[in-house]
């Protein structure tokens, strides 16, 4: 079974001035469709079409480079559009909590991330995950890979992700990558991001 690319839940233009149109329909229609589609020329006719991305990608150091590649594109750029929202927010709730405690506050955490994200060499992507220890934590990957993958160096759940590939920030931020990682918090779906919280920390907790 093919996996699909979800309609994005707002309009390319709903993210400006934070992240522009234009940006919007290049990165969605092209560069995540074409992981989706190299993902599932990757996997078709294989075992690999009966199972759920997550699996995949849990096992993926037994896979090929492309399924390695495309699929962290297809689940980084699926979970990336689902945490933005042009109405923005802070954490509340348990995830405020959680922040407080792993970070200190969420200027805490901020510092954090975005250190992750300017550091992140050359492609990548910064994250805020539940470890396998059930609390929260800060890192980055290279290229498409993610912490999911057996191959990551820290392992959990994503539950927040910054693409910092130039491709995410070049046509309206050029080479000023920190400008666009403080752009970043003004437009986090905070609701949508304490969903997977709750979701990842009942799974740490059930291993």
């Known amino acids: 079974m093919a996996f699909e690319q979800k309609a994005l839940p707002y309009a390319y233009n709903a993210l400006e001035p934070h992240f522009d149109a234009q940006t919007m329909e ?89 250190a992750a994200a300017a550091t992140r060499f050359g492609s990548g992507w910064a994250w805020l995950i539940v470890g396998e220890d059930g609390k929260l934590h800060v890192t980055s990957t290279p290229n498409q890979d993610n912490p999911l993958m057996d191959v990551a160096e820290v392992k959990g759940t994503p539950i927040l992700g910054l693409d910092v590939w130039e491709h995410a920030y070049y046509l309206k931020y050029q080479n000023r990558r920190p400008d666009y990682i403080s752009a970043f918090w003004n437009i986090i779906n905070w609701e949508k991001v304490a969903e997977k919280y709750k979701a990842a920390e009942k799974y740490a907790a059930a291993k």
């Open 26 to 114: 290049i990165h969605y229609g092209k560069h995540h469709a074409g992981y989706t589609s190299k993902l599932n020329a990757a996997i078709e006719g294989t075992d690999l079409a009966n199972h759920s991305i997550e699996d995949i990608l849990k096992n993926v150091g037994s896979h090929s480079t492309g399924v390695r590649n495309n699929g962290g594109g297809f689940y980084n750029h699926s979970l990336f559009w689902e945490i933005l929202s042009p109405e923005g927010g802070v954490p509340s709730g348990d995830l405020e909590a959680a922040i407080k405690e792993a970070f200190g506050s969420l200027n805490g955490l901020k510092e954090k991330f975005n």
